[in-house]
């Protein structure tokens, strides 16, 4: 088992800046550009065909500035359609798996079927004789575009189980979700390590950096952009 965090910061990041560099020649050509505008808007041969080109083009503008603002508000979130589709690879390989899956499903989970391939919301049952005995969790997976070559994003859907090396907002800190990633592992292999993390548990509490790290993870960011410290394999 992987441990407890050191630090959680993001890797990168983003910024975005615009600049605008007047020409002289620009000038020109938008004072030309206006006095034929104002000289065909005023004129009485204006035909049907420009006026219907003007009404479309005015809603083809409406429409791309609301699509920019939906746009700016998906990227808050980690469902956020603009995820990139899966390769012909991993398409293949997550057919496969959800095959042996239903042929045989690992203990105390339960995947709920869906029509969205690429993300997978598993039931995770507590194991008897444990401290989330009789205690039902949901895993969400994500599987990013060269699925298995890169890890999947795995998180628990909050509320989370109390658990040192979960955090209240579903990340888990556990090394095979990230640095220790295998394309040989599975998302079972992933699971039954998830479930034995939590049966080995001998309390229940949230890590102690918990509020500030969920608080640094606003906006969606995803665990995986998180620097990771693993020590701790008591738990």
């Known amino acids: 088992m992987s441990g407890s965090i050191n630090a959680c910061e993001g890797r990168n990041t983003i910024s975005f800046r615009s600049n605008l560099v007047c020409r002289p020649k620009l000038w020109v050509y938008l004072i030309y550009s206006y006095s034929i505008w104002v000289e065909s808007k005023n004129s009485p041969f204006r035909s049907t065909k420009a006026l219907s080109t003007q009404k479309h083009t005015q809603k083809n503008t409406h429409s791309s500035l609301s ?3 939906l746009s700016l508000e998906a990227m ?3 469902s956020a359609s603009s995820r990139k589709v899966l390769s012909k690879i991993a398409t293949n390989r997550l057919q496969k ?3 042996e899956w ?3 499903p690992p203990a105390g989970f339960k995947h709920k079927v869906t029509d969205n391939l ?3 919301v598993i039931e995770v049952n507590g194991a008897p004789g444990t401290l989330y005995a009789n205690e039902t969790f949901q895993l969400q997976v994500d599987f990013p575009e060269h699925y298995p070559m890169e890890a ?8 989370a189980p109390l658990h040192p090396h979960i955090y209240s907002n579903g990340h888990i800190c556990l ?3 990230y640095d220790s990633w295998s394309p040989a592992m599975t998302v079972s292999s992933v699971c039954i390590s998830i479930l034995s993390m939590l049966s080995s548990s001998t309390s229940k509490q949230r890590p102690t950096d918990d509020e500030r790290y969920v608080k640094n993870c606003r906006n969606g ?3 995986k952009e998180t620097r990771w410290w693993f020590h701790d394999d008591k738990v």
């Open 67 to 69: 699509h920019h603002f």
């Open 76 to 78: 808050t979130s980690p």
């Open 97 to 99: 798996e959800l095959m």
């Open 102 to 104: 239903q042929v045989n």
């Open 118 to 120: 690429q993300r997978w």
């Open 152 to 159: 999947p994003q795995v998180i628990f859907v909050p509320p």
């Open 175 to 177: 090394d095979i979700l």
């Open 221 to 223: 960011r995803s665990p």
